[in-house]
Each structure stands twice: as structure tokens, then as C-alpha cells.
């Protein structure tokens, strides 16, 4: 039978770095002396909570079975956790509780193809879909031309299919496509470890959260940060190869295909009357007419 990971150390390590993020004048309690650790104590959290200082400490070390939902939200507001922060918290106590059934293992799901359609109609934006461990799943043709260099990468699996973090830590080129590449990072990590709240059994996942942390120093290091973004959206810098400086728009959205997994489809758009919308249109052109120069078997036209 398989192994199920060990929570604790995610609840530990998730609760020191929020904690050690906090000073005590950003919670009103008075400072004196030397503090010989970043941020607030374990027994100021406690008192901020309204619990006791070993009740507290044995939280931190992992042992959150049976908490109830109260204390553990008077935790969130005492470590003053965001709405992701606050899911992810919830997330590893649900993942914490006993279950005598073993965790069926997640099986990839295939994109309806109204999905597929839905995307097609998107002439003038780019639209894409990906599922929890970041893979693009299904885009529409002007999706595919932007992020050329993610559907070209070496990175991409056997089947062909981009993953955005192993593109982002894996391969030498992506600091030169997006202008924000640390955000990029950040922000791909937080993803990723919300994920891993969400679906701790999920073999897929953690196959991939190890082969970063095995190949990339940078990814380790934002791992152990303890970061968590479940919605995000705003604007990104690119330096397409084809099309040059672009300022999108993008806004994720969530698609609820199945229940046994979470997809987005997320859309990039520039603001109207820019070069960037200019841009975005000449790239749409171009990525119209390779479109049609293949036939929907694959093969090209004669």
C-alpha cells in the first residue's frame, strides 16, 4: 500500500515562517530587550488566539487532528492570514484527520471538447486551461503562438504538453520571455503549494514538487518559504520572440470540468487603443493563418 505523506511538517514549518512574519507592534503588544527570533513568540501567538501557550506549541509541531474550526480561525486571525493563507490552514487539518479508507489515486482528466470550441471563439484573447499542477491542458491558437516558447520547450512531457513550472525553473530561456521572472517564480511556487494542500495524495504532484526540488536550487529555496496563492490575476510583461514587448491583461477563472480535479481558464487580453493590443492582433493574425495552413488531421494543405 502507498505511503500517505506525513502533514506535520507542513502544518510546523507553514506556521513558524507566518509567524515569524509578524512583529509585535503590527499586533499591538509591547517590545522589550532582545528578541532572539524573528517575529512573534509562540506564547504571544497563543495569547492572541485566546489559547494556551502548550496548546499552541503542540499545534506547530504538527498536531492538528481534532482542532476545531473555531480555534483554528482564531489561529488565522491571530497570525493574521489572507483568505488563500487561511484555506491553505483549513486545507492540512482536513488532509490531518484519519480516514480508514485508503485515498483513491487522481486520474487525468480529458478536456470536454466544448472546452476546446469555447476557447476557439476567443479570436482576440489568448485562453488557456490548466489544471493544479500548472500543465496547459487544452488553449486556443492565439494561447499556443504566445506561449510558443512553453509548447516548444524541452521542458514539456512525453505528451507534448507545457508545464509552467518546469518551464519557469527548468529552462535556461524563460528569464528572457516574461519581464517579471522572480514574480513568476514566486507566484508559481504559491500555486503549486496551495495544490499541495488541496490534494496532498495527489502522486502526480508530488512526483513534480520533487523533481524541482531535485533540479532547482531556486525552487527549493521559495519552497521552503511556505508561500500560498490559490486566485491570482493582473498584468504581465512578455518578450515574445515573434511579436516583441507585450503588456497583458490576464484574469484566471475557475472551470469546473470534474470533481476529481481543479481547472482554470485563464485569459490574457491587452488594453484597447495600446501597441500592445496592436501587437496581440498581429500575433492573432499570424497565428490565424498557420492555423489553417493544417488541416484538422495535422497534416499541412497541399
Known amino acids: 500500500m502507498e505511503r500517505l505523506p506525513d502533514r506535520r511538517a507542513d502544518i510546523?514549518?507553514?506556521?513558524?515562517?507566518?509567524?515569524?512574519k509578524i512583529t509585535p507592534e503590527q499586533v499591538g503588544l509591547p517590545t522589550s530587550g532582545r528578541r532572539r527570533v524573528p517575529g512573534l513568540r509562540r506564547e504571544e501567538v497563543a495569547v492572541l488566539a485566546g489559547v494556551s501557550t502548550e496548546w499552541y506549541t503542540r499545534l506547530e509541531k504538527g498536531y492538528i487532528n481534532g482542532v476545531s474550526e473555531d480555534v483554528l480561525d482564531a489561529v488565522a486571525g491571530a497570525l493574521q492570514l489572507d483568505d488563500d493563507e487561511r484555506t491553505y490552514l483549513f486545507d492540512l487539518a482536513r488532509a490531518a484527520q484519519p480516514s480508514s479508507r485508503t485515498p483513491r489515486r487522481r486520474k487525468a482528466v480529458d478536456v470536454p471538447p466544448r472546452v476546446q470550441w469555447l476557447l476557439d471563439s476567443m479570436t482576440l484573447s489568448a485562453a488557456l486551461v490548466t489544471n493544479g499542477r500548472l500543465d496547459i491542458v487544452a488553449a486556443n491558437a492565439?494561447?499556443?503562438?504566445?506561449?510558443?516558447?512553453?509548447?516548444?520547450s524541452e521542458t514539456t512531457d512525453a505528451r507534448g504538453r507545457p508545464n509552467f513550472a518546469r518551464y519557469w525553473f527548468l529552462d535556461r530561456g524563460a528569464p528572457d520571455f516574461v519581464a517579471d521572472w522572480d514574480g513568476a517564480l514566486?507566484?508559481?511556487?504559491?500555486?503549486?503549494?496551495?495544490?499541495?494542500?488541496?490534494?496532498p495524495h495527489d502522486k502526480a504532484l508530488r512526483e513534480l514538487i520533487g523533481e524541482l526540488c531535485t533540479m532547482s536550487a531556486e525552487f527549493r529555496t521559495l519552497w521552503a518559504d511556505h508561500d500560498v496563492r490559490i486566485h491570482h490575476g493582473g498584468v504581465k510583461q512578455f518578450q515574445h520572440p515573434d511579436a516583441g514587448?507585450?503588456?497583458l491583461v490576464y484574469q484566471p477563472l475557475d472551470l469546473p470540468i470534474s470533481p476529481r480535479e481543479v481547472h482554470s481558464l485563464t485569459i490574457y487580453t491587452?488594453?484597447?487603443?495600446?501597441p500592445d493590443e496592436d501587437r496581440l492582433k498581429l500575433l492573432a493574425s499570424w497565428a490565424a493563418t498557420k492555423s489553417k495552413e493544417i488541416s484538422p488531421t495535422g497534416d499541412r494543405d497541399s
Do not use: C, H, K, S
Open 245 to 247: 514587448p507585450l503588456e
Open 270 to 274: 491587452a488594453e484597447p487603443g495600446t
Open 142 to 152: 492565439l494561447a499556443r503562438a504566445l506561449f510558443a516558447p512553453l509548447f516548444d
Open 12 to 20: 510546523r514549518d507553514f506556521l513558524a515562517t507566518r509567524r515569524a
Open 186 to 199: 514566486g507566484a508559481t511556487v504559491a500555486l503549486l503549494r496551495a495544490e499541495a494542500g488541496r490534494y
